[in-house]
């Protein structure tokens, strides 16, 4: 196996936060398990132990996007399902989360129907164009009808029902390293959770289950807010009851990153104040439970206002 990937470039990744699984070469079934070996060997891994983040392998997948929006006739989405992966290596073990890029363009195809106003859509993307990738995907789905993506991802904010799987002591928060002359080169800072499936299943199943059971808000907006919440939580849940028991699921903030600068990153606690918001909804304190929210939700509408400035 090669070393760790390394990957030095001036590209940004965009403000995008991402959810992944990674499961254990065993879980794949023949062929893929022998194509994933094989990546894995002819590429390394992407981090080595679970204090090592991605970030290079992210450069790279972005770089990839980058180029397939510079072809000569652009197109919605890959003709052809990636065969590339995260590659993680943890006390021994191999673990694989595949890119699956043309199923992930499918679903931000539809996250950007719903988001643009028709006209603008249009503009981005001719009806006849949308056409073509929903028939296409049908057609895909016919023939893959388990299909599910390994990845999830957010632009602009990391959204509050993933912040229930992961405990504060799964947090890794590595500075930026300035650059080091050719040798070193620069490393970007990074921020990631990692944990368990296990781990993510009960935190997930009990943070669901103390917002299912706790006293309505009173408040029409806040009250359809915890119902989304709750709803989000649930989806999250039954995605990962997709996957492997024994994989490795990542909280990582991705591009974030370069948006937020180091002392916001360094300071930032949102996973561990919904820990502490679930934990006082179980033990029946509404208005702690209360504050936790307004807090992480604050937090985070003041990220997503800065899509609007220029």
Same mark, same amino acid.
Do not use: N
């Given at each position: 196996?090669?070393?760790?990937?390394?990957?030095?470039?001036?590209?940004?990744?965009?403000?995008?936060?991402?959810?992944?699984?990674? +499961?254990?070469?065993?879980?794949?079934?023949?062929? &893929?398990?022998?194509?994933?070996?094989?990546?894995?060997?002819?590429?390394?891994?992407?981090?080595?132990?679970?204090?090592?983040?991605?970030? =290079?392998?992210?450069?790279?997948?972005?770089?990839?996007?980058?180029?397939?929006?510079?072809? *000569? /006739?652009?197109? %919605?989405?890959?003709?052809?399902?990636?065969?590339?992966?995260?590659?993680?290596?943890?006390?021994?073990?191999?673990?694989?989360?595949?890119? /699956? /890029?043309?199923?992930?363009?499918?679903?931000?195809?539809?996250?950007?129907?719903?988001?643009?106003?028709?006209?603008?859509? &249009?503009?981005?993307? %001719? %009806?006849?164009?949308?056409?073509?990738?929903?028939?296409?995907?049908?057609?895909?789905?016919?023939?893959?009808? &388990?299909?599910?993506?390994?990845?999830?991802?957010?632009?602009?904010?990391?959204?509050? *029902?993933? !912040?229930?799987?992961?405990?504060?002591e799964d947090?890794?928060?590595?500075?930026?390293?300035?650059?080091?002359?050719?040798?070193?080169?620069?490393?970007?800072?990074?921020? !990631?959770?990692? /944990?368990?499936?296990?781990?993510?299943?009960?935190?997930?199943a009990r943070?669901?289950?103390?917002?299912?059971?706790? %006293?309505?808000?009173?408040?029409?907006?806040?009250?359809? *807010?915890?119902?989304?919440?709750?709803?989000g939580v649930?989806?999250?849940?039954?995605?990962?009851? #997709? !996957?492997?028991?024994?994989?490795?699921?990542?909280?990582?903030?991705?591009?974030?990153?370069?948006?937020?600068?180091? @002392?916001?990153?360094?300071?930032?606690?949102?996973? =561990? +104040?919904? #820990?502490?918001?679930?934990?006082?909804? @179980?033990? =029946? &304190?509404?208005?702690?439970?209360?504050?936790?929210?307004?807090?992480?939700?604050?937090?985070?509408?003041?990220?997503?206002?800065?899509?609007?400035?220029?």
């Amino acid at each position: 196996m090669r070393s760790v990937t390394a990957v030095r470039t001036s590209v940004i990744p965009p403000y995008a936060a991402h959810l992944r699984v990674y +499961e254990p070469l065993a879980a794949y079934p023949e062929p &893929d398990r022998t194509r994933w070996q094989a990546w894995a060997a002819a590429h390394g891994p992407d981090a080595d132990g679970p204090r090592r983040p991605v970030a =290079g392998a992210a450069l790279a997948e972005q770089r990839a996007a980058l180029a397939e929006l510079a072809a *000569r /006739t652009p197109r %919605p989405l890959p003709e052809h399902e990636d065969d590339r992966a995260y590659v993680r290596v943890v006390d021994g073990v191999t673990y694989v989360c595949p890119w /699956t /890029t043309r199923l992930r363009s499918w679903q931000a195809l539809e996250e950007l129907s719903a988001a643009l106003p028709a006209a603008l859509l &249009d503009t981005v993307l %001719p %009806p006849a164009v949308r056409a073509a990738a929903v028939a296409d995907r049908e057609r895909w789905r016919a023939e893959h009808p &388990d299909a599910r993506p390994w990845i999830l991802t957010s632009r602009w904010e990391v959204p509050l *029902r993933w !912040f229930p799987l992961f405990g504060e002591e799964d947090r890794r928060y590595l500075p930026a390293v300035p650059d080091r002359g050719e040798e070193g080169g620069a490393e970007p800072a990074a921020l !990631f959770y990692l /944990t368990s499936m296990v781990q993510a299943r009960r935190r997930v199943a009990r943070g669901y289950r103390a917002l299912r059971l706790r %006293p309505s808000s009173g408040s029409g907006e806040r009250e359809a *807010r915890s119902r989304a919440l709750v709803k989000g939580v649930e989806q999250v849940g039954r995605w990962l009851e #997709e !996957f492997h028991p024994r994989s490795l699921v990542e909280l990582d903030y991705g591009g974030l990153v370069h948006l937020l600068g180091p @002392r916001w990153l360094a300071e930032e606690r949102s996973v =561990g +104040e919904i #820990e502490a918001g679930l934990a006082a909804l @179980r033990s =029946g &304190d509404g208005a702690a439970a209360a504050r936790a929210y307004e807090s992480v939700t604050a937090r985070w509408r003041q990220v997503l206002a800065l899509r609007q400035s220029s």
